[in-house]
């Protein structure tokens, strides 16, 4: 199995900042990593697909990159809307998750 | 726009079963896998399998083996995920969640969610 970390694990920040989320996954999944946003309640919502790709209707704020086993995601310039927990994947083999990364007002 | 509409909450006994039931409507069936992800409360997003409607394949997550069975009905468009002899570590909101095409992929549709507790 492809084990997934990601951190921080909880990050404060204002709007307006620009905010890094890292994830690694435990063997290389060349770019078949996607990143979930996920509000109270709620079910996740996909952002980016395969490491840079923003899904239809997702505001260009929101940004990936990386390949192999090292990923960013970055929201650059936070909108009060925008705190959440945000999860990576990856789908190079049966899907595993991150264990998410808590988006906080500071 | 393809939407994906769950069954309601539910509340099970120790030892029992739980069937829960996820409709897409507004696209065909044929062409997507779905996948089944629990999320125990306060924690992460935890893969169970899928299901491969049109060639009623389904793949499960090794700790799941044996106890979950994946179904679905093509003339209603409706996947169901069955989990038997639960437990109270069973307790999570359970959602189904679209793959385009049959090996892995984004899940681009989710469910609403179903929340089941396991409570004697």
């Known amino acids: 199995d492809i084990q997934m970390t990601q951190s921080p694990s909880s990050l404060s920040a204002s709007v307006g900042d620009r905010v890094t989320i890292t994830c690694q996954a435990s063997?290389?999944?060349?770019?078949?990593l996607n990143w979930y946003q996920q509000k109270p309640g709620k079910a996740p919502k996909l952002l980016i697909y395969?490491?840079?790709n923003l899904e239809t209707g997702v505001p260009s704020r929101f940004s990936g990159s990386g390949s192999g086993t090292d990923f960013t995601f970055t929201i650059s310039s936070l909108q009060s809307e925008d705190f959440a927990v945000y999860y990576c994947?990856?789908?190079?083999?049966?899907?595993?998750f991150g264990p998410g990364t808590k988006l906080e007002i500071k | 726009q393809v939407q994906l509409v769950q069954s309601g909450a539910e509340v099970k006994k120790p030892g029992s079963s739980v069937k829960v039931s996820c409709k897409a409507s507004?696209?065909?069936?044929?062409?997507?896998?779905f996948s089944w992800v629990r999320q125990a409360p306060g924690q992460g997003l935890d893969w169970m399998g899928r299901?491969?409607?049109?060639?009623?394949?389904?793949n499960y997550a090794q700790k799941f083996q044996g106890r979950l069975t994946f179904s679905a009905d093509k003339s209603t468009n409706t996947a169901f995920m069955e989990l038997s002899s639960l437990r109270s570590e069973d307790t999570a909101v359970y959602y189904c969640?679209?793959?385009?095409?049959?090996?892995?992929?984004?899940?681009?549709?989710w469910g609403q969610g179903t929340t089941v507790t396991v409570s004697s």
């Open positions: 969640a679209r793959w385009v095409g049959y090996s892995s992929a984004p899940m681009d549709v």
């Open positions: 507004g696209d065909t069936f044929s062409s997507y896998s």
């Open positions: 299901i491969i409607p049109i060639l009623s394949i389904t």
């Open positions: 063997q290389d999944i060349s770019n078949y």
């Open positions: 395969d490491a840079s």
């Open positions: 994947q990856q789908h190079n083999d049966w899907p595993s």
